[in-house]
Protein backbone atom coordinates (compact mmCIF):
# COMPACT_ATOMS: atom_id res chain seq x y z
CA UNK A 1 0.00 0.00 0.00
CA UNK A 2 1.64 3.33 -1.07
CA UNK A 3 1.67 6.30 1.47
CA UNK A 4 -1.43 8.35 -0.73
CA UNK A 5 -3.80 4.94 -0.65
CA UNK A 6 -3.06 4.87 3.39
CA UNK A 7 -3.20 8.44 3.69
CA UNK A 8 -6.72 8.54 2.19
CA UNK A 9 -7.68 5.51 4.31
CA UNK A 10 -7.15 7.51 7.32
CA UNK A 11 -9.15 10.62 6.09
CA UNK A 12 -11.69 8.17 5.33
CA UNK A 13 -11.51 6.09 8.62
CA UNK A 14 -11.38 9.74 10.47
CA UNK A 15 -14.77 10.86 8.34
CA UNK A 16 -16.67 8.12 8.82
CA UNK A 17 -15.79 8.35 12.70
CA UNK A 18 -17.21 11.92 12.35
CA UNK A 19 -20.39 10.86 10.81
CA UNK A 20 -20.83 7.71 13.15
CA UNK A 21 -20.44 10.11 16.32
CA UNK A 22 -23.02 12.69 14.63
CA UNK A 23 -25.70 10.24 13.86
CA UNK A 24 -25.29 9.13 17.51
CA UNK A 25 -25.61 12.43 19.15
CA UNK A 26 -28.66 13.03 17.08
CA UNK A 27 -30.46 9.88 18.18
CA UNK A 28 -29.72 10.71 21.31
CA UNK A 29 -31.13 13.51 21.31
CA UNK A 30 -34.01 12.84 19.86
CA UNK A 31 -34.71 10.15 22.61
CA UNK A 32 -34.75 13.22 24.98
CA UNK A 33 -38.46 13.94 24.02
CA UNK A 34 -40.20 10.58 24.56
CA UNK A 35 -38.23 10.18 27.35
CA UNK A 36 -39.52 12.96 29.14
CA UNK A 37 -42.67 13.30 27.82
CA UNK A 38 -43.57 9.56 29.22
CA UNK A 39 -41.98 10.63 32.47
CA UNK A 40 -39.87 7.35 31.88
CA UNK A 41 -37.03 7.98 34.52
CA UNK A 42 -35.04 5.04 33.45
CA UNK A 43 -34.84 5.68 29.64
CA UNK A 44 -34.49 9.70 30.91
CA UNK A 45 -31.75 8.48 33.13
CA UNK A 46 -29.57 6.17 29.87
CA UNK A 47 -29.04 9.34 28.03
CA UNK A 48 -27.22 11.31 30.97
CA UNK A 49 -23.52 10.29 32.16
CA UNK A 50 -22.65 10.29 35.90
CA UNK A 51 -23.14 13.62 37.52
CA UNK A 52 -24.82 14.85 34.20
CA UNK A 53 -27.82 17.80 34.83
CA UNK A 54 -29.92 20.31 33.70
CA UNK A 55 -29.05 23.60 33.90
CA UNK A 56 -31.16 26.54 33.95
CA UNK A 57 -30.97 30.42 34.30
CA UNK A 58 -33.80 30.22 36.75
CA UNK A 59 -33.21 27.07 38.95
CA UNK A 60 -29.68 26.74 38.38
CA UNK A 61 -28.08 22.80 37.55
CA UNK A 62 -30.69 20.25 38.63
CA UNK A 63 -29.31 16.85 38.66
CA UNK A 64 -31.01 14.41 36.42
CA UNK A 65 -32.54 12.19 38.39
CA UNK A 66 -34.42 14.79 39.91
CA UNK A 67 -36.21 16.12 36.87
CA UNK A 68 -38.74 13.21 36.20
CA UNK A 69 -39.97 13.84 39.56
CA UNK A 70 -40.46 17.39 39.38
CA UNK A 71 -43.98 18.38 39.89
CA UNK A 72 -44.50 20.72 36.85
CA UNK A 73 -42.74 18.15 34.48
CA UNK A 74 -45.26 15.73 35.71
CA UNK A 75 -48.65 17.79 35.71
CA UNK A 76 -46.94 18.57 31.64
CA UNK A 77 -46.73 14.51 31.18
CA UNK A 78 -50.35 14.12 32.72
CA UNK A 79 -52.08 16.98 30.43
CA UNK A 80 -49.96 15.80 26.94
CA UNK A 81 -46.63 17.35 26.16
CA UNK A 82 -44.35 16.95 23.46
CA UNK A 83 -40.48 18.02 23.83
CA UNK A 84 -39.29 18.63 19.66
CA UNK A 85 -36.22 19.43 19.01
CA UNK A 86 -34.91 20.94 16.36
CA UNK A 87 -31.82 19.60 13.65
CA UNK A 88 -29.08 19.81 16.08
CA UNK A 89 -24.96 21.80 14.89
CA UNK A 90 -23.01 19.62 16.73
CA UNK A 91 -19.15 20.42 17.20
CA UNK A 92 -16.84 17.21 18.13
CA UNK A 93 -13.59 17.39 19.91
CA UNK A 94 -12.45 14.10 21.02
CA UNK A 95 -14.44 12.05 23.30
CA UNK A 96 -16.28 15.62 23.98
CA UNK A 97 -19.23 17.81 22.04
CA UNK A 98 -21.14 20.46 21.81
CA UNK A 99 -24.57 20.37 20.38
CA UNK A 100 -26.91 23.39 20.09
CA UNK A 101 -30.16 23.86 18.95
CA UNK A 102 -33.57 25.05 19.32
CA UNK A 103 -36.52 23.06 21.46
CA UNK A 104 -40.34 23.75 21.45
CA UNK A 105 -42.57 21.91 23.88
CA UNK A 106 -46.06 21.51 22.57
CA UNK A 107 -48.88 21.09 25.34
CA UNK A 108 -52.46 20.54 23.92
CA UNK A 109 -54.33 23.63 22.52
CA UNK A 110 -57.85 24.60 21.30
CA UNK A 111 -59.90 22.33 19.61
CA UNK A 112 -59.43 22.55 15.44
CA UNK A 113 -61.64 21.42 12.70
CA UNK A 114 -59.04 18.69 11.40
CA UNK A 115 -58.35 16.21 13.77
CA UNK A 116 -60.55 14.81 16.37
CA UNK A 117 -58.01 15.63 18.95
CA UNK A 118 -57.34 19.00 20.32
CA UNK A 119 -54.35 21.03 18.33
CA UNK A 120 -51.30 21.82 19.99
CA UNK A 121 -49.70 25.53 20.99
CA UNK A 122 -45.70 26.08 21.96
CA UNK A 123 -45.70 26.55 25.79
CA UNK A 124 -41.88 27.11 25.75
CA UNK A 125 -39.67 27.98 22.98
CA UNK A 126 -35.60 27.60 24.12
CA UNK A 127 -32.09 27.29 22.60
CA UNK A 128 -30.35 24.48 24.16
CA UNK A 129 -26.32 23.74 24.51
CA UNK A 130 -26.10 20.19 24.99
CA UNK A 131 -22.72 19.40 26.89
CA UNK A 132 -21.84 15.46 25.63
CA UNK A 133 -18.94 13.11 26.72
CA UNK A 134 -18.49 9.78 24.78
CA UNK A 135 -18.25 6.70 27.65
CA UNK A 136 -18.16 3.05 27.71
CA UNK A 137 -21.71 2.98 26.90
CA UNK A 138 -21.60 5.66 23.85
CA UNK A 139 -22.37 9.11 23.78
CA UNK A 140 -24.55 10.87 26.95
CA UNK A 141 -25.41 14.22 28.52
CA UNK A 142 -23.22 15.83 30.87
CA UNK A 143 -25.03 19.01 31.16
CA UNK A 144 -27.80 20.63 29.04
CA UNK A 145 -28.27 24.40 29.20
CA UNK A 146 -31.90 25.62 28.10
CA UNK A 147 -32.36 29.23 28.23
CA UNK A 148 -35.84 30.74 27.18
CA UNK A 149 -36.92 32.56 23.97
CA UNK A 150 -38.77 34.89 26.28
CA UNK A 151 -39.14 37.84 28.14
CA UNK A 152 -35.22 39.02 30.39
CA UNK A 153 -33.48 35.03 28.91
CA UNK A 154 -33.46 36.12 25.20
CA UNK A 155 -30.45 38.22 25.04
CA UNK A 156 -28.74 34.65 27.12
CA UNK A 157 -30.26 32.36 24.40
CA UNK A 158 -29.52 34.63 21.61
CA UNK A 159 -25.55 34.87 23.03
CA UNK A 160 -25.81 30.53 22.73
CA UNK A 161 -26.93 31.27 19.24
CA UNK A 162 -24.24 33.60 18.21
CA UNK A 163 -21.44 31.12 20.44
CA UNK A 164 -22.73 28.52 18.26
CA UNK A 165 -22.67 30.28 15.22
CA UNK A 166 -19.17 31.28 15.78
CA UNK A 167 -18.39 27.20 16.57
CA UNK A 168 -20.17 26.38 12.88
CA UNK A 169 -17.62 29.07 10.98
CA UNK A 170 -14.50 27.18 12.84
CA UNK A 171 -15.83 23.47 11.36
Excluded at 8 to 26: G, K
Excluded at 44 to 70: C, F, K, T
Excluded at 112 to 124: D, E, I, L
Aim: hydrophobic share 40%.
Amino acid sequence: MTDDTQARLDRLEAQLQRATDELDIIKLLARYGPAADSADQPAYSRLWADGGGLNSPVHGLIPQERVMSDELHLKLCEDGAAHVPSIPFIRIDGDTAVAYHYHRVYVPGPETKYFSTKGAVVARLAYIRNDLVRTPAGWRLQRRTSIALAGDQTKDAQQLMVEASEAGARD
